[in-house]
């Protein structure tokens, strides 16, 4: 017998077996019953058994059948299910990626922990009030607790007691007694909705011209990717506010992606000046009951704008209108384990499929991005002036063969004349190293024994604050000793180089009585720490900054005028094709970060090659000429984005399983026109957590199937065990 109900829903009865992604390395699906009376979807979040144990799974698709002698779906998990959109976008990237479909799934997958679902709800919220019966007996604290509930105010109980001055049981008392009644409140909104238009806007002419065209990409409600490049300070995020202004007064949500989400407490403080409130974070410091309802709130609706890391790409939203990838051209932004991909690019699919507005903000763009902006393909909007005719920092070098520093010391003499002259001014300095740590290397006198990490070929850094010596590839860690392990000399140990904690020693004695502060991601106290100094430092309680590349990116230090580089050779050594680039982006950031406020500022880099192109191209601020050159050299190597690249990085603790591997792969690799296949070679880092790395690189015409080719040569692959990995980086980022 059927009812109506039964008849009116979606899922005929015959459909009982569904195929089902679970968050294993595996690109195939699995088939299950459905059993009577669960009712299921494609994209619903179920429990399945695997094996031995049982698993959360999503279901991909449903068929026809009986289910026969397939195992059973063991229930429904009550978290939002993975709308058609995004399913359609995880398949993609495990198409683009390589990567297996139950990894990429494994990216939105996000249940209570034992799908335990119970601890995703809130507990309940009980208030009281007065509802008029008068108490049988009356004391001061009952009075107390009646005054404070007066004009029929509704409070929760621990409020009350704490406002009345009482305990709990004298309200309990007066509960009992029928004087007062529980009253269930409803819940606090995990996110409250911005108001578009809390604080009416005032751009500049420049600014607004790009605001207006933003708006207009959000209200055409279809795929779209706007490039907006603005100088540092040019007010790139004032403008892509109005934005998201557009998308919530067109009651649809947005995402703003960052690099560094967990350090821009300014960014969140801009927001709720804009919008009245903060936004919903979204990053790994979110967690338990709070990440699972801002999780539940993107699925359903009530939560309106995310501002998150690169996992916020993933999130269930209901109705997305436009995705801000904020300062585009970042590392961060590219994923180097798992599944590997770049959140760039992978919001710009994103995009795609929910036919949103994409905006891409940079002072730097990658070359990527350029040239899709110069060719058309997407919208080209540019800030070329800083907010409030606020100039350009003045950039010079420092020609360190012609101005060295003294012996053991990293700042030359003209950058110590210009720090004074700063801090004489009542203003700020940053000197700038992007280098964590004390030294990046430490060398025994006596025998040269130098110390390495035994689990990957990097030499140790020492870490004086932390008392060690640190691997920043593998995170080992050891004591740094006394005597030299190799030749038992005591007091030969020397450190090689400069590191911040270095950096800040010398700060202390060149520049005794100032206000100095370091900046490193790897100091105690985590994110909270690192907030509570930047605040600092804006609030002009600093006069000079030390820091690596945390301090480069986006923050705003009215009183900093003075910017000092103290290496900008470290960057250009390497053979990275992207070395240029990279220390191009870096350099621009970090003297970006001189003159923000109402003085002009300037910058000094010290450097051993004052006529590096990079270097000439951040003096004379010829941004145009260096572009113009980079997106010339890539074109003629046929480098992306005029030609396609992916990695093959094969890994094992055997080294010579691993190379021969690597041989035996390119040896059936298939060379087609327009294909090169380069390697293998030992990978730069040759060692890294004790596994021994190989890398192939393949070189591709633009019209040629990447994917296609690389899924064709890895199924022709031989065996290996199970020790030994492949990973596939389609454009790989990093060469070593
Ligand atoms: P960018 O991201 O391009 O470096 P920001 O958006 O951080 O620039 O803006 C730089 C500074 O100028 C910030 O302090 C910001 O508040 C200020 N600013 C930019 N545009 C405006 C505006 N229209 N009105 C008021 N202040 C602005
Ligand atoms: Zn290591």
């Not at 009952?142 to 009482?166: P, Y």
């Not at 801009?270 to 410091?285: C, L, M, N, T």
């Not at 030299?484 to 520049?511: I, M, N, Q, S, W």
């Amino acid at each position: 017998m059927m009812t109506d109900l039964e008849l009116a829903n979606p899922i005929p009865a015959f459909q009982s077996v569904v195929d089902v992604l679970v968050p294993v390395a595996l690109d195939r699906a699995y088939s299950y019953a459905v059993p009577e009376g669960m009712p299921l979807a494609p994209g619903d979040v179920v429990l399945v058994p695997l094996g031995k144990r049982e698993t959360a799974g999503v279901v991909w698709t449903m068929r026809a059948g009986s289910g026969g002698n397939l195992k059973p779906v063991l229930g429904r998990i009550d978290v939002p299910p993975f709308n058609e959109k995004l399913r359609s976008f995880l398949d993609w990237i495990a198409w683009y990626t390589l990567a297996p479909r139950g990894l990429a799934m494994r990216l939105a997958l996000r249940v209570p922990e034992g799908a335990d679902t119970a601890r995703m709800l809130e507990p309940p919220r009980i208030g009281v009030r007065i509802i008029g019966k008068a108490p049988q007996r009356m004391t001061a604290a009952r009075s107390r607790v009646l005054a404070s509930l007066a004009e029929g105010k509704t409070l929760l109980k621990r409020d009350l007691a704490h406002e009345a001055g009482v305990s709990q049981s004298v309200i309990d008392g007066l509960l009992d007694e029928g004087t007062l009644e529980a009253v269930a409140l409803p819940p606090i909104p995990v996110a409250l909705p911005p108001n578009a238009d809390y604080v009416k806007a005032s751009l500049s002419e420049g600014q607004e011209a790009v605001a207006t065209a933003l708006r207009a990409t959000v209200r055409e409600a279809a795929f779209s990717v706007s490039l907006v490049e603005g100088v540092t300070g040019s007010g790139k995020t004032e403008v892509y506010f109005e934005a998201v202004a557009e998308a919530l007064r067109a009651g649809r949500q947005a995402l703003i992606l960052m690099p560094e989400i967990a350090l821009t407490a300014q960014f969140l403080e801009r927001f709720e000046a804009r919008f009245g409130v903060k936004p919903a974070e979204w990053h790994s410091g979110i967690t338990g009951r709070k990440r699972a309802r801002i999780h539940a709130g993107t699925a359903d609706g009530t939560v309106r704008v995310v501002a998150g890391a690169r996992s916020a790409l993933f999130m269930p939203f209901q109705d997305l209108a436009l995705i801000v990838i904020d300062e585009e051209h970042e590392t961060a932004y590219k994923q180097d384990d798992g599944v590997i991909y770049h959140a760039r690019d992978m919001a710009v699919v994103r995009g795609r499929f929910e036919n949103a507005a994409v905006v891409l903000a940079s002072a730097t763009p990658s070359i990527e991005s350029k040239v899709n902006a110069e060719r058309g393909r997407y919208r080209h909007l540019k800030l070329p002036e800083r907010f409030g005719g606020r100039t350009m920092p003045d950039i010079h070098t420092i020609d360190l063969r012609r101005n060295p520093a003294e012996r053991g010391r990293w700042i030359s003499p003209p950058l110590i004349g210009a720090v004074n002259q700063t801090l004489e001014a009542g203003e700020q300095a940053l000197l700038f190293l992007n280098r964590r740590g004390y030294a990046p290397l430490t060398v025994c006198h006596h025998c040269g024994h130098r110390f390495q990490c035994p689990n990957c070929s990097t030499w140790l850094v020492d870490h004086r604050f932390r008392r060690a010596l640190v691997c920043h590839h593998c995170g080992h860690v050891e004591r740094r000793p006394d005597v030299c392990p190799a030749c038992d000399k005591a007091d030969t140990l020397a450190a090689c180089g400069p590191g911040v904690e270095r950096l800040a020693e010398e700060v202390a004695e060149v520049f005794p009585d100032k206000r100095a502060i370091v900046l490193s991601s790897d100091f105690p106290g985590g994110t909270e720490h690192i907030r509570t100094q930047l605040q600092a430092i804006a609030a002009g309680e600093v006069d000079i900054v030390i820091g690596t590349q945390l301090v480069a990116k986006g923050h705003n230090f009215p009183g900093l005028t003075l910017v000092g580089v103290i290496d900008a050779d470290v960057g250009l050594a390497n053979g990275d094709p992207r070395a240029a680039e990279r220390t191009f982006q870096l350099m621009q950031q970090v003297t970006g970060r001189a003159g923000r406020g109402d003085r002009p500022g300037r910058a000094l880099i010290q450097t051993t090659q004052p006529d590096h192109p990079v270097l000439r191209a951040i003096v004379s601020g010829d941004v145009a000429r260096f572009y113009a050159e980079e997106i010339a050299v890539r074109e003629e190597a046929g480098l992306p984005p005029f030609g396609k690249l992916a990695a093959l990085i094969i890994s094992s603790p055997d080294k010579l399983e691993a190379e021969n591997y690597a041989r035996a792969l390119a040896r059936v690799a298939q060379a087609p026109q327009n294909v090169i296949v380069l390697g293998p070679a030992e990978a730069p880092l040759a060692l890294v957590r004790g596994r021994f790395r190989f890398r192939l690189l393949v070189r591709a015409g633009r019209a040629i199937d990447l994917q296609a080719y690389l899924r064709d040569w890895l199924a022709r692959a031989p065996k290996h065990p199970a020790k030994l990995r492949v990973a596939v980086d389609v454009d790989p980022q990093s060469f070593m």
